[in-house]
């Protein structure tokens, strides 16, 4: 069986070493040379797993085309803000009847639409019925040293899920499926904001016990808008919402909650996405989406509205989070 992942980050490539278990070949879309050469000579991602031994099953490729003839199951895994670029450039090459599985946790600005929204809106329908989606508590590090892991795939069609399941199944990671994709998406995406938060109050110094609560008021936060946009409040007590929080907001590897930590610090965001070589951060581009679809629907998202203010406003982040939890007293007396 042959599969594509596009996407030659470090969460597509620990994701085709997932693949490698069942498939015979998986080949890697990416735009860097670098990785290409180094996933092809050494089976190794040197330049975003360095060290962690990938399968000779997985080939890389910088040819859309190469990537994708006959591939039964396409992930997509490149970052939110370039989906629909990448999307466009492969339909020519995508092929028909097969799962398309995005892993992105995000809400697009301007549009404010999910990923599988936004596969939607830029492919023809003939392939909206295979659309599916990965999510849950999984840091493409420990997927890759094959630590024990658990994630959800959502999809209308629960076909869809069940066949995408099978090829996710192994020996340490665990695939759960579900139809709930709203509640599943907005899970995903807001807990990146919510970690943002607890990285600044984290880096304020205000504490564990803050830390929880604020854990707790963003389970709050996120399962309010989901149940609005028609998603089983269940959903956001599992893997996808509460498991996938909790991990981004209290796990060393997150990058949206060192960001936070560092705008504790009054520096500037711009300096802070340069020192850790990343253009952007989804928790970064999600706050601003979120914020647009709080007054679109009328959905209170108080900590997703304070982080916005700093990210994007220029608020400091003692001023927001101060806020933040003067609101939730005053709300508790």
């Known amino acids: 069986m042959r599969v594509c992942v596009l996407g030659s980050g470090p969460f597509g490539t620990s994701l085709a070493n997932v693949l490698a278990v069942h498939c015979d070949q998986v080949w890697l879309w990416g735009r860097n040379e670098q990785v290409v050469s180094s996933v092809n000579s050494r089976h190794e991602n040197g330049v975003y ?52 599985l995005t ?66 199944q192994t020996e340490t990671l665990r695939t759960y499926t579900t139809t709930d994709v709203i509640g599943v998406e907005i899970g995903g995406a807001l807990k990146n904001v919510i970690a943002l938060a607890v990285g600044m109050t984290e880096g304020l110094g205000f504490g564990f016990n803050t830390r929880a609560s604020l854990i707790t008021w963003g389970l709050q936060e996120i ?3 989901a149940v609005h946009l028609g998603a089983d409040p269940r959903t956001l007590s599992g893997l996808s919402g509460m498991g996938d929080l909790v991990l981004t ?33 989804e928790g970064v581009k999600t706050a601003l989406s979120a914020h647009a679809l709080s007054q ?24 927001a989070m101060t806020e933040v939890v003067e609101r939730q007293f005053r709300q508790a007396a």
């Open 103 to 168: 892993v992105s946790k995000a809400l697009e600005n301007g549009t404010l639409f999910t990923m599988t929204q936004l596969l939607e809106d830029c492919l023809p329908k003939a392939f909206h019925p295979f659309i599916a989606l990965l999510s849950g508590p999984s840091f493409a590090q420990e997927l890759a040293q094959r630590r024990p892991t658990t994630v959800t795939i959502a999809a209308r069609d629960e076909q869809v899920a069940r066949d995408c399941q099978r090829l996710f």
């Open 249 to 281: 907001c209290t796990g060393e590897l997150s990058r949206s909650w060192q960001v936070g930590f560092e705008l504790a610090r009054d520096r500037a965001l711009e300096d802070i996405l340069r020192s850790i070589k990343k253009p952007s951060i």
């Open 49 to 100: 797993l360095a060290g962690i031994p990938l399968s000779p099953r997985i080939r890389a490729t910088l040819s859309m085309e190469e990537a994708l003839e006959g591939a039964r199951l396409v992930v997509s895994a490149v970052p939110s803000h370039v989906t629909r670029e990448v999307m466009r450039a492969a339909l020519p090459h995508l092929p028909s009847g097969v799962p398309i």
């Open 296 to 319: 679109r629907t009328g959905v209170e998202l108080p900590i997703c509205h304070q982080v916005y203010l700093v990210t994007h406003q220029g608020k400091r982040a003692r001023d």
């Open 223 to 225: 399962s309010r808008l």
